[in-house]
């Protein structure tokens, strides 16, 4: 925090003022972009393929995800903490996600057996993959693993 305060050339104190823990600073800066993800999974949801949505969204978080790197730790625990500033966007985003899957589970193109918050585990263990060096160029791959196995049908 005394390096935002610095860069953002304000006292801790002004910054602690505004912002009174990380949590609550990463809720206001990446409020916009949570709601375009709960906004894009409703789109979706109407101009989609019930399969082709709920791909194209966990591809979507995945990749948000990356993109800011060390969001994953803070958004899995706020997920179980209500008193976590983080904890209603990554609910919606849960819920958002759990939505998409269910319409495809109701259409028949998704396994029956998951729910939306193994759905939300899923999405972090793909999302810390992506993160890990080691890792990085199977993730790809490992994605194309996951979505097979979650549109594949019970019969």
């Keep these: 925090m005394r390096d935002i305060a610095r860069q953002a050339d304000v006292g801790v104190g002004t910054l602690y003022r505004h912002f009174p823990t990380r949590e609550a600073l990463l809720e206001t800066l ?4 949570f709601d375009d993800l709960a906004a894009k999974a409703a789109a979706l949801e109407n101009d989609a393929a019930a399969d082709q949505a709920l791909v194209a969204w966990l591809a979507d978080i995945i990749g948000f995800t990356h993109e800011h790197r060390g969001i994953l730790a803070p958004m899995m625990s706020a997920i179980e903490d209500p008193d976590s500033a983080l904890h209603d966007a ?11 899957l269910r319409r495809a589970q109701s259409a028949g193109l998704a396994r029956a057996d998951l729910d939306g918050a193994e759905l939300f585990d899923l999405i972090a263990a793909l999302a810390w993959l992506r993160e890990q ?3 990085a160029a199977r993730s790809e791959r490992l994605f194309s693993i996951v979505r097979d196995t979650i549109l594949r049908v019970d019969r």
């Design 30 to 33: 990446l409020r916009s972009s």
């Design 90 to 100: 990554c609910v919606r985003l849960k819920a958002a996600g759990a939505s998409l």
């Design 133 to 135: 060096p080691a890792h």
